[in-house]
């Protein structure tokens, strides 16, 4: 699930496409973040990339990378957080390549049945 305002909704549905390009096994969305909580009831995602924090939105997933979109942030605030299965890391962009990682990563643990689905 790839989720960011109604302004960015162009940069969604790119980056959505881009993950079905390079994952073609993948079931992939985008949606603009006032209809996500919609979206989180009907489709069970094990990743969510979207510009709001995990706690905004209370539902186990296998990752949450959270990229800011707000430009008034400091440095430190705009870097993106990944929490893939309770890892927390901080990442400058993400760029794709750096996704792709995460989304190859929570699947190969879903496919183990090694993912707690905690972040």
């Known amino acids: ?36 909580e919609q979206e989180l009831g009907s489709f069970d995602p094990h990743v969510v990339v979207c510009s709001q924090p995990k706690g905004m939105h209370p539902s186990p997933r296998g ?11 400091e440095e ?10 309770g890892e927390h890391w901080r990442t400058e962009g993400p760029p794709l390549s750096e996704l ?8 190969k643990r879903l496919r183990e049945g090694e993912l707690s689905e905690a972040c």
């Open 1 to 36: 699930m790839v989720a960011f305002e109604v302004i960015r909704s162009v940069y969604a549905d790119t980056m959505a496409w881009a993950i079905r390009d390079l994952r073609s096994g993948l079931h992939v969305r985008s949606t603009v973040l006032e209809e996500l």
């Open 63 to 73: 990752a949450w990378v959270e990229i800011p979109t707000d430009g008034e942030l």
């Open 76 to 85: 430190e605030e705009r870097l993106a957080r990944i929490c893939l299965d």
């Open 100 to 107: 792709l990682e995460v989304l190859d990563e929570t699947h």
